[in-house]
């Protein structure tokens, strides 16, 4: 895939960012959106798109591992580990599937945290 296309909107359907460029460069700001970032820049050649992609990939799975640790040291139980995980994630700005391999197809970002 060369080419991608980005649209954010809110619930009423009002669009705040319509993109359509280059696959990198899509899934770069989606990425970054996905994480919680609602102000940021991105380069503009394919290379540094390309190493930026990369280069949340650590990042993101240390973040991942470092609210793990902390869920399983929680004292309320493995009964509410996936609760707690989510409502961190949420107080963050994170979707779950920032932590996915693939983000191309449609995904919500949580509303206490939408733009606008």
């Known amino acids: 895939m ?13 669009v705040f960012l319509e993109v359509s460029d280059s696959a990198h ?3 770069l700001i989606t990425r970054a959106l996905m994480l919680g970032r609602r102000r940021f820049s991105i380069p503009v050649e394919e290379e540094l798109m390309l190493a930026a992609i990369k280069g ?29 995980k989510d409502a961190i994630l949420h107080e963050l700005g994170i ?3 920032a932590f996915a391999s693939e983000v191309w197809g449609t995904h919500h970002l949580p509303a206490e945290h939408s733009l606008g």
């Open 2 to 14: 060369t080419h991608g296309h980005l649209k954010v909107e809110d619930v009423s359907g009002k």
């Open 25 to 27: 460069q899509v899934e």
């Open 56 to 84: 949340l990939f650590p990042w993101r799975d240390s973040i991942n591992q470092e609210i793990d640790q902390g869920v399983n040291a929680s004292a309320l139980g493995t009964r509410f580990e996936g609760q707690l």
């Open 95 to 97: 979707t779950t599937s």
